[in-house]
Nanobody, 124 residues
Framework: VQLQACGGGLVQAGGSLRLSCVAS????????VGWFRQAPGKERVFVAS????????TYADSVKGRFTISRDNAKNTVYLQMNSLKPEDTAVYYC??????????????????WGQGTQVTVSS
């Protein structure tokens, strides 16, 4: 499964962006998907995850109430709507696809498929 993440860019604090993650195969729709981010000089960390059918989601405390993960399985696409962005949200954002796991997971080790990352920069 190949994943293509897009939608990043430069935005002022308080602004919004929507990231998209498009998968190359239909099997993507049967598994959980996660978003992770990596800031310069820091480790990659969990942001949000969604179950195979979109019915269950989980978020990192740092983004809860500001970010929303959703999916459209007919389009093999998962979205990350990011509102009220802060400078500390600046990072490269990666989408990740699970294999044979349908429920959300915060563990990067449970995602064998990764997109190339998209840069999000929030200016103060």
């Amino acid at each position: 499964v190949q994943l293509q993440a897009c939608g990043g860019g430069l935005v002022q604090a308080g602004g919004s962006l929507r990231l998209s993650c498009v998968a190359s195969r239909r099997t993507f729709s049967n598994n959980a998907v996660g978003w992770f981010r990596q800031a310069p000089g820091k480790e990659r960390v969990f942001v949000a995850s969604i179950s195979w059918n979109g019915g269950v989601t989980t978020y990192a405390d740092s983004v809860k109430g500001r970010f929303t993960i959703s999916r459209d399985n007919a389009k093999n696409t998962v979205y990350l709507q990011m509102n009220s962005l802060k400078p500390e949200d600046t990072a490269v954002y990666y989408c990740a696809g699970a294999a044979d796991i349908r429920v959300p997971s915060r563990a990067a080790s449970e995602y064998p498929y990764w997109g190339q990352g998209t840069q999000v920069t929030v200016s103060s």
